[in-house]
């Protein structure tokens, strides 16, 4: 593993790229499964030249997200669904209402006939079958990764914990921190999810 810079023609220090590029963009699925490829490069301290790079496979599952597996079963969810079923059947009675006002009497369900308050019901209830059949489906999942951050890190002790005393013999470390947004809106729900790797430098590939 070389720090060799083909342009600088000399030994270099090396620094990661602040902005690493997306080899594949985040995805999520239906169930909830996080997947990405990001690609991590190391250039050239004086002239930027792309010297290394090491590729870190994303893949967050739903039990690793915070709020996920409660979020179809929540009270809160529930009581939304109640409310916007609550909505529908009204709307539903008001339209079904209009043909049969006047201009100076407002229709009441009461001045309804046997048959026009079957049709009414009706009506009403297929308004309220409507919404449980949307709220029943999947969530629709969105991700965004907000942020990527690379520090460095070096180990300054053993494996058995003690200080290792020569900076030759530490290893060094690039800590990559990338933060995700995961979102449904269909059930205005949101979430944080942070994903910390750590990569040695010896592992990361030549590109010259």
């Known amino acids: 593993m070389s720090n060799r ?3 600088c023609e000399k030994f270099v220090s090396l620094t990661p790229v602040e902005d690493p590029e997306w080899n594949t963009e985040p995805e999520i699925d239906e169930d909830g499964c996080v997947t990405g490829e990001l690609r991590v490069v190391l ?6 030249e792309e010297m290394k790079e090491a590729v870190i496979e994303v893949a967050i ?6 709020g996920l597996s409660e979020l179809e079963t929540s009270e809160e969810n529930k009581a ?3 409310a916007a079923v609550d909505e529908a059947r009204d709307k539903a009675k008001r339209e079904f209402l209009i043909p049969f006002e006047s201009g100076i009497v407002v229709m009441d369900e ?12 009706g009506a009403m209830d297929d308004a309220e079958e409507k919404v449980r059949e949307e709220w029943a489906g999947e969530c629709e999942f969105e991700v965004e990764c907000t942020s990527v951050s690379i520090d460095e890190e070096l180990q300054t002790t053993d494996r058995n914990g003690k200080p290792i005393k020569s ?4 290893k060094k470390f690039y800590v990559v921190e990338m933060e995700f947004e995961i979102k449904c809106p269909k059930r205005d729900w949101s979430t944080t999810h942070i994903v910390r790797e750590k990569i040695q430098a010896s592992h990361f590939d030549d590109l010259n």
């Open 5 to 7: 810079c083909p342009d």
């Open 43 to 48: 250039e050239c301290a004086e002239c930027g």
């Open 61 to 66: 599952t739903p039990d690793e997200i915070e």
């Open 80 to 82: 939304e669904l109640e």
């Open 110 to 121: 009461g001045m309804l006939g046997e048959d026009e308050q079957l049709a009414l019901e």
């Open 167 to 170: 900076a030759r013999y530490m």
